[in-house]
């Protein structure tokens, strides 16, 4: 019996001791501060991300790169498409006190300027660039750009290479209006169109066509107004010629798919190249004799009023008034050329106007 209790009191003496009460307490506070350790790194951790947020967010106080033009005013189609309005301004004319002016074109980053017995090259500022001699036989005067150079119809036809400002070619062609259609030149006289090949300034084919009126291209077609006020169609391949049944003056402007035609003294009629059917309300030009030219969305009016000549700029789309140039003295309004900074009107004197011109293509 005694061994058994000496045993017993042995197992009790070597068993493991409880953990005193302040061991509980330290571990537990250790268990505590290391769940707050955790909870504040991930606290921290969002407060961060947090402030590299608002950092990415928060604007610079440089201006940005990209400057924010407003759209322009849109206004619903025929189509329910949208249309965004070009922007049309005109700037202060200045008087060039050059000699009379008769005919001019914007092309190869120039303004191209005939005169009596020069075309003139000026850079966009009016900065005369080259003078080319070129002798004036008469009237009417055409300039064309095409084929990489500068073609002047004169009772004869003169063509002037842009990279040397020189006349590399004069031929005897009693050329009266030209136009470039599919690689080829067109050229007017009083009896008939020829068709030019640039590439050997050789006449490829020609037909007789009694023509005093003015003629343009489309992708389709060659279309002329003759002595009788008839606009007609003309097909390039075959040369068959269509009457299109519409009174016309002369032909004031042409773009790929369409026709400016003058109705009248004043009016302008747009016609489809492909239906050859008029489209649209016609523009009132408010002045006399007429010129045109059409840039992107905008078609840009020259007339001759009792106060001058003066440049209107109508939206194609919607037939709006975009901006209207005061009448500038003139005593021989012979037309304008537009370029992208500024137009050039002709009017005894050159007037040269800024323009500034936002459109949608």
Same mark, same amino acid.
């Given at each position: 019996?005694?061994?058994?209790?000496?045993?017993?009191?042995?197992?009790?003496?070597?068993?493991?001791?409880?953990?005193?009460?302040?061991?509980?307490?330290?571990?537990?506070?250790?268990?505590?501060?290391?769940?707050?350790?955790?909870?504040?790194?991930?606290l921290?951790?969002?407060?961060?991300?947090?402030?590299?947020?608002?950092v990415?967010?928060?604007?610079?106080?440089?201006p940005?790169?990209?400057?924010?033009?407003?759209?322009?005013?849109?206004?619903?189609?025929?189509?329910?498409?949208?249309?965004v309005?070009?922007?049309?301004?005109?700037?202060?004319?200045?008087?060039?006190?050059?000699?009379?002016?008769?005919?001019a074109?914007?092309?190869?980053?120039?303004?191209?300027?005939?005169r009596?017995s020069?075309?003139?090259?000026?850079?966009e500022?009016?900065?005369?660039?080259?003078?080319?001699?070129?002798?004036?036989?008469?009237?009417?005067?055409?300039l064309?750009?095409?084929a !990489?150079?500068?073609?002047v119809?004169?009772?004869?036809?003169?063509?002037?290479?842009?990279?040397?400002?020189?006349?590399?070619a004069?031929?005897?062609? /009693?050329a009266?209006?030209?136009?470039?259609?599919?690689?080829?030149?067109?050229?007017?006289t009083?009896?008939?169109?020829?068709?030019?090949?640039?590439?050997?300034?050789?006449?490829v084919?020609?037909?007789?066509?009694?023509?005093?009126?003015?003629? !343009?291209?489309?992708?389709?077609?060659?279309?002329?107004?003759?002595?009788?006020?008839?606009?007609?169609?003309?097909?390039?391949?075959t040369?068959q010629?269509?009457?299109?049944?519409?009174?016309? !003056?002369?032909i004031l402007?042409?773009?790929?798919?369409?026709?400016w035609?003058?109705?009248?003294?004043?009016?302008?009629?747009?016609?489809?190249?492909?239906?050859?059917?008029?489209?649209?309300?016609?523009?009132?030009?408010?002045?006399?004799?007429?010129?045109?030219?059409?840039?992107?969305?905008?078609?840009?009016?020259?007339?001759?009023?009792?106060? !001058?000549?003066?440049?209107?700029?109508? /939206?194609?789309?919607?037939?709006?008034?975009?901006?209207?140039?005061?009448?500038?003295?003139?005593?021989?309004?012979?037309?304008?050329?537009?370029?992208?900074?500024g137009?050039?009107?002709?009017?005894?004197v050159?007037?040269?106007?800024p323009?500034?011109?936002?459109?949608?293509?």
């Amino acid at each position: 019996m005694s061994d058994v209790r000496e045993r017993l009191e042995s197992l009790v003496e070597h068993a493991a001791s409880p953990p005193p009460m302040a061991g509980l307490v330290n571990r537990a506070l250790r268990r505590r501060r290391a769940r707050r350790a955790r909870a504040g790194i991930a606290l921290g951790a969002i407060v961060v991300a947090v402030a590299v947020l608002s950092v990415g967010l928060r604007p610079s106080a440089r201006p940005p790169a990209v400057r924010v033009v407003p759209t322009a005013p849109s206004t619903p189609t025929s189509s329910g498409a949208r249309h965004v309005e070009p922007t049309v301004r005109f700037g202060t004319p200045v008087r060039d006190d050059s000699s009379v002016a008769f005919a001019a074109l914007f092309a190869d980053g120039s303004m191209w300027i005939r005169r009596d017995s020069t075309v003139e090259r000026r850079d966009e500022g009016g900065h005369l660039e080259a003078e080319i001699a070129v002798p004036r036989e008469g009237a009417p005067d055409s300039l064309l750009f095409a084929a !990489g150079s500068l073609w002047v119809a004169n009772q004869t036809l003169v063509r002037i290479d842009p990279r040397t400002n020189r006349v590399i070619a004069t031929l005897p062609i /009693d050329a009266e209006g030209l136009v470039e259609h599919d690689g080829v030149i067109w050229v007017r006289t009083s009896t008939q169109f020829v068709e030019l090949d640039p590439r050997t300034n050789r006449v490829v084919r020609h037909f007789a066509r009694v023509s005093q009126g003015s003629f !343009g291209a489309t992708r389709q077609a060659l279309w002329t107004v003759d002595g009788c006020f008839c606009l007609s169609r003309i097909d390039e391949r075959t040369l068959q010629e269509t009457d299109v049944h519409i009174a016309a !003056g002369s032909i004031l402007a042409t773009t790929p798919d369409a026709v400016w035609v003058l109705i009248g003294s004043s009016r302008l009629v747009e016609i489809d190249a492909r239906t050859a059917r008029p489209v649209g309300e016609p523009i009132d030009a408010q002045g006399i004799n007429p010129f045109a030219t059409v840039v992107g969305d905008v078609l840009f009016v020259g007339t001759q009023t009792n106060g !001058g000549a003066t440049i209107a700029a109508y /939206d194609i789309a919607t037939r709006r008034l975009l901006a209207r140039l005061a009448p500038q003295p003139t005593s021989e309004w012979r037309g304008f050329a537009v370029a992208p900074r500024g137009i050039s009107i002709l009017s005894g004197v050159l007037y040269r106007v800024p323009l500034d011109v936002v459109t949608d293509r």
